[in-house]
């Protein structure tokens, strides 16, 4: 079993920026890939970026790149995703996941979830 709790989000102007966690606990857990989604109102869920447990190779949703970076401290147990310049159409509610697959980004991989934490973006 693997837990993972999210924490850091909040309300945030557009432009500005928030550094969400996920703590991650259990056995083996550092060896999962984290992948952190995102659940904007009335759409799908989508992937955001993921992290390797392997090599800390990392993948980055389009729409984030250059914006968004992912990182991983296996001392702390802790993932984390830096987001800046951030836009309206970033507001979601944000889940970190583990998967025992490798870089993988299809939510069908991914076996344990966290809870979320809400992103707001707004003037």
């Known amino acids: 079993q693997v837990q993972l709790v999210e924490s850091g989000g909040g309300l945030v102007q557009p432009g500005g920026s928030l550094r969400l966690s996920c703590a991650v606990s259990?056995?083996?857990?550092?060896?999962?890939?984290i992948g952190w989604f995102r659940q904007a109102p009335g759409k799908e869920r989508e992937g955001v970026s993921c992290?390797?447990?392997?090599?800390?190779?990392?993948y980055y949703t389009d729409s984030v790149k250059g914006r968004f970076t992912i990182s991983r401290d296996n001392a702390q147990n802790t993932v984390y995703l830096q987001m800046n310049s951030l836009k309206y159409e970033d507001t979601a509610v944000y889940y970190c996941?583990?998967?025992?697959?490798?870089?993988?980004?299809?939510?069908?991989?991914?076996?344990?979830w966290g809870r979320g934490t809400q992103v707001t973006v707004s003037s």
């Open positions: 996941a583990a998967s025992i697959i490798d870089l993988t980004m299809r939510e069908d991989d991914y076996d344990y």
């Open positions: 259990g056995s083996t857990s550092e060896y999962y890939t």
């Open positions: 992290i390797s447990s392997s090599d800390g190779s990392t």
